[in-house]
């Protein structure tokens, strides 16, 4: 397998595992708050996390790589999952999966900034095709106008994009499990307190579908899935490999049908299929990277 299909065939799993992530914050939004949700999942992650580096002996970051873990923490850790939990309090699954849609572009425009890597001029129409899909279809679930939690998943792209786009660069420098280990380990005692003063009421009573989906948010979509995402992007450049999440809305929204019964809109369906075509045809476009002897090395790890 060459080395661009195998970061494409990481990135598609790392998809799949994240693909899930707003049917399940949905369905325990009703008996949780949406910051413990977004932090209570992160400080188990954390104890995971903390665990495996310790298991492995990994040894403690750099200065500046600690530097660029802290964006990856406010990103990834803190930002996306508290913003997505927000959003999940108003509007379907299915609506959020579709707006974040605009999390490849976004994260391209990051990448394109930090990592010097150069989209081609069509990489840049075609993502651009994408994420003006993505608005008219907000437009159009919203009557016209955006809804309050369109801007929280705005925020929620923003945050990925940045935490994509760094943690990608650092997984050049070490191994792609490393860098969302140690961001987690980080970010441990900043959210421990919070994510405890908001914890459920009465958390022995919670059914125990609601605890299996806090924990599949926890160590899937806030730990192993970073594994292969972090090793993806690393390997096939932040800019291509980030097209392959907007396949993420059809995960979601098959996820939202079959496990919280939403309907499948006629126009949910049309435009996701009409984003996925135009990744399809953005991916095969050219993108120059940057790439030194060491990152390629580091990128191997």
Not at 112 to 122: D, F, L, V, W
């Amino acid at each position: 397998m060459s080395r661009d299909s195998k970061s494409m065939l990481l990135g598609l799993f790392a998809v799949i595992c994240f693909g899930l992530t707003l049917p399940i914050t949905k369905f325990v939004i009703g008996h949780m708050n949406p910051i413990f949700i977004g932090l209570g999942r992160a400080c188990l992650a954390a104890l995971v996390a903390a665990i495996l580096l310790a298991i492995f002996r990994v040894p403690l970051p750099s200065k500046d790589q600690f530097k660029k873990l802290i964006i990856v923490v406010l990103g990834v850790v803190i930002g996306f999952p508290i913003f997505t939990a927000l959003a999940m309090n108003y509007v379907p699954a299915s609506h959020g999966g579709v707006v974040i849609g605009l999390l490849p572009l976004v994260t391209a425009i990051i990448a394109a900034i930090i990592s010097k890597e150069r989209p081609s001029y069509g990489f840049w129409i075609m993502g651009l095709v994408g994420s003006s899909l993505v608005i008219v279809f907000t437009l159009l679930e919203g009557g016209g106008s955006f809804h309050i939690a369109d801007l929280a998943l705005l925020g929620a792209v923003i945050s990925a994009g940045f935490g994509y786009a760094v943690g990608a660069k650092l997984a050049k420098e070490m191994p792609g499990w490393q860098v969302i280990c140690w961001s987690l380990v980080i970010a441990f005692p900043f959210i421990l307190i919070p994510a405890w003063i908001n914890r459920p009421p009465e958390v022995l009573s919670l059914p125990a579908s609601v605890w299996a989906g806090f924990i599949y948010l926890s160590l899937v979509s806030q730990l192993f899935g970073f594994f292969f995402w972090y090793k993806a992007l690393a390997m096939g450049g932040v800019a291509r490999v980030s097209q392959v999440q907007l396949n993420q809305t059809f995960v979601t929204l098959f996820a939202a049908t079959l496990f919280l019964g939403e309907p499948l809109k006629i126009n949910t369906i049309l435009f996701a299929i009409l984003i996925v075509a135009v990744v399809a045809i953005g991916k095969k476009m050219p993108i120059q990277q940057n790439l030194t002897k060491s990152n390629c090395a580091g990128s191997e790890q």
